[in-house]
């Protein structure tokens, strides 16, 4: 019984080190990554992305069309 609740606190405080918290990230961070970005953190990531495009500077916002279309042309 103990190994089992040892492993369950273990894995409880370890999870949280695989996930990726793109909200942490610059937005030039992220306009960095695009293309990069893992298939199961790509929801995440497009959505914190477009969450700033409205607040993005024109040079931030010409690099990120530039990214994305670049992304797109790799798929």
């Given at each position: 019984?103990?190994?089992?609740l040892?492993?369950?606190?273990?894995?409880?405080?370890?999870?949280?080190?695989?996930?990726?918290?793109?909200?942490?990230?610059?937005?030039?961070?992220?306009?960095?990554?695009?293309?990069?970005?893992?298939?199961?953190?790509?929801?995440?990531?497009?959505?914190?992305?477009?969450?700033?495009?409205?607040?993005?500077?024109?040079?931030?916002?010409?690099?990120?069309?530039?990214?994305?279309?670049?992304?797109k042309?790799?798929?």
């Open positions: 019984m103990k190994k089992l040892t492993i369950f606190i273990l894995l409880a405080f370890m999870t949280p080190l695989f996930a990726v918290d793109f909200s942490e990230m610059s937005t030039q961070e992220l306009i960095e990554i695009i293309g990069f970005v893992k298939k199961e953190n790509r929801a995440k990531f497009e959505k914190e992305l477009k969450s700033r495009v409205s607040t993005m500077s024109q040079k931030e916002r010409n690099q990120y069309h530039k990214n994305m279309k670049k992304s042309e790799k798929r």
